[in-house]
């Protein structure tokens, strides 16, 4: 049942992203890009997370798992001041 969950919250996340980089490839503007970044990126934490506990649970990836989302936070926050200013 969690892995379900994990699959579920990383199809949705990615869906997401994806539609948000549709949006900004049609409209051009930039906040969506930032946001569809943070998007594929928490998705790929997703992804991250799955690997670690059902894939390859001997290796530990928690930084990397920590380092994903960080860029993808870390991007919207530019997009968020660079839209703002």
Request: aromatic residues 10%.
């Amino acid at each position: 049942m969690v892995l379900a969950i994990f699959v579920l919250s990383l199809l949705t996340s990615l869906l997401c992203g994806g539609l948000l980089l549709r949006g900004y490839r049609t409209t051009g503007h930039r906040l969506l890009l930032w946001a569809g970044l943070c998007f594929v990126a928490l998705g790929f934490e997703n992804a991250v997370l799955i690997l670690d506990m059902y894939v390859i649970p001997n290796w530990d990836l928690k930084l990397v798992r920590l380092a994903i989302p960080l860029g993808g936070l870390a991007a919207l926050l530019y997009g968020l001041l660079w839209e703002a200013s």
